[in-house]
């Protein structure tokens, strides 16, 4: 099922001429703390499985970006404002700026999908980054 849903996901990304953005997560494993019952499922669960057939098939269709998830769970996607107090608890993220409130891993996704965006467009058109930040 993964394999399928992957290739799916890579194939519209190549059709469509657009980038799939991913977190860089290297070396997580070692800094994250977990019990004995959650290593397992962290080290088994299907969505890690996921992740990886779609980076692998990504890489080789050339569709994929990593993008930094450094403060993405912290950034309001609406102002842009960052604060360790706007992620209230796990599900909630509160904007102390504008009160955008919303589901903290939606307002994370776009965060990282913007800045996708950008690494895409640097990856696509290395020459417009330059052109952009002179004018």
Known sequence: M???????????????GRGIAVEELTGIRARVRLRKPQRATSHSWAFAQLGQFLTCKAQQAGVVVQVDPAYTSQTCHACGHVDKRNRRSQAVFHCGRCDFVGHADYNAAHNI?????????????????PILAAS
């Open 113 to 129: 999908a913007a800045r996708g965006v950008v690494r895409w467009g640097e990856v696509m058109r290395p020459d417009a980054a």
């Open 2 to 16: 993964n394999h399928r849903i992957s290739k799916n996901i890579v194939a519209e990304a190549e059709r469509t």
